[in-house]
């Protein structure tokens, strides 16, 4: 049976937790709680990261990642890469708080997965899984820093963004047409292990999403990712990170592929994800 996870022990090493007070994934609605001994999360969506009327899918995606791997990441010889990503939304305004905690469903030498719930008031509103890789710290990787759970409550930046993630990462829209938009390696955008921190992978994959469909699809509201399957191929680590999105099947069902790849679009497949989109709520 999946065990609801505890936190035994306060003292980690979390390898996708942003370490810099700067961080902008930090600032996208999350603050933490405990409940007795186990890590809660809570998502609060000011319109200004909400902006077209949806909770954002990157939020969201930090959320379960910073609540996720908080539970899983507990080997300072190791990182722990988030490697597969699953979100389910409705498609609805913000809500006042999304919160979620973690129900792991495995957590062996290599490899993590956590269901991780997401209610309203208390009632189950959306769904989601993440998986999380184990892979040995290499010579030369930056130290992984030790992380308090209980300093995570108390620290995690209270004051949200005044802007969409977009803007704060400083994404830029190259062909809106072909979902073509491209983000540097800022420090503030990156987790400690040097590379890009899951949710402004998120971010960029959901930006570029929302530029193919306003612009192939039109209509009077702004289209919002609901759906978000993600495979993490590779660290994202050589700037800048391009995304390329097409349509798959009738664009009206809305239904894309988004792929990342770096060193300016001429490198690897870093990321490949499929989302839905629908007309903002």
Request: net charge positive; glycine share 8%.
């Amino acid at each position: 049976m999946p065990r609801l996870a505890t936190r035994s022990r306060y003292r980690r090493s979390v390898t996708d937790i942003p370490s810099v007070i700067s961080s902008v994934p930090s600032k996208l609605g999350t603050r933490l709680t405990l409940d007795g001994d186990q890590l809660v999360g809570h998502l609060v969506s000011p319109p200004e990261i909400a902006a077209r009327g949806a909770v954002s899918m990157a939020a969201v995606a930090f959320l379960i990642d910073v609540v996720g791997g908080m539970t899983i990441d507990n080997d300072p010889t190791n990182w722990a890469f988030t490697s597969d990503l699953i979100i389910r939304l409705p498609l609805a305004p913000a809500p006042v708080s999304v919160d979620t905690r973690a129900t792991i469903l495995r957590n062996g030498a290599r490899s993590a997965i956590c269901e991780m719930p997401l209610t309203v008031n208390g009632v189950e509103w959306g769904s989601s899984l993440i998986s999380f890789a184990k892979v040995a710290r290499r010579k030369g990787d930056p130290v992984k820093p030790p992380f308090d759970a209980h300093a995570a409550v108390t620290r995690m930046p209270t004051v949200p963004l005044n802007e969409t993630l977009r803007e704060a990462a400083g994404f830029l829209s190259r062909d809106r047409l072909k979902g073509i938009v491209a983000s540097d390696l800022r420090t503030e955008l990156l987790n400690p292990a040097g590379a890009m921190q899951g949710a402004v992978v998120a971010g960029l994959i959901e930006a570029s999403a929302e530029d193919l469909a306003d612009s192939r699809l039109g209509g009077n509201r702004p289209y919002v990712v609901t759906e978000m399957e993600v495979r993490f191929l590779a660290q994202n680590r050589q700037a800048p990170i391009v995304s390329s999105a097409r349509f798959v099947g009738n664009p009206a069902d809305g239904l894309i592929r988004v792929d990342l790849f770096d060193d300016d679009g001429k490198g690897k497949l870093t990321t490949a994800a499929v989302v839905r989109v629908s007309p903002g709520p």
